[in-house]
């Protein structure tokens, strides 16, 4: 079942709520940000998002395709979120970080299902070969 989640970056600076449910799953990518960033995400549609504040404390990165905004705190450096566009997702999306989540458990975080996707090979749909880093 959704339930509105409170999150935010290191320094408290930026805020957000999403509507989410962490069994419905989460998961972690191979591509470079992520691997390097140990980004552990939750999807949410653009309506089940709502960033409370700090959007002038957020830092935007961008590569690859540039399809994804990956949005960090200017002050901490943590990204709270990314946002991007696909229509197989509905439109906009956010990529919420599931570690700065703030009202959850650890006992919910650890029983959130976890997918693991090959983004290093825009392979979205497999899973690597090689997991246990991330």
Not at 29 to 38: E, Q, V
Not at 42 to 48: F, K, M, P, Q, R
Not at 56 to 77: D, K, Q, V, W
């Amino acid at each position: 079942m959704k339930k509105t989640r409170h999150g935010s970056c290191h320094c408290g600076a930026v805020r957000f709520c999403a509507d989410l449910d962490l069994g419905d799953g989460t998961s972690r990518c191979n591509c470079s940000i992520c691997a390097k960033g140990r980004f552990w995400k939750a999807i949410v549609a653009d309506a089940d998002f709502q960033l409370l504040s700090g959007q002038e404390m957020l830092s935007e990165y961008r590569f690859g395709s540039n399809s994804i905004a990956h949005l960090f705190c200017r002050t901490c450096g943590i990204k709270p979120f990314g946002r991007g566009r696909l229509e197989e997702l509905g439109g906009t999306f956010y990529a919420i970080n599931v570690a700065c989540l703030d009202d959850a458990t650890p006992e919910e975080l650890a029983s959130a299902p976890v997918a693991f996707e090959d983004g290093l090979n825009d392979a979205w749909d497999r899973v690597p070969a090689e997991t246990r880093h991330l």
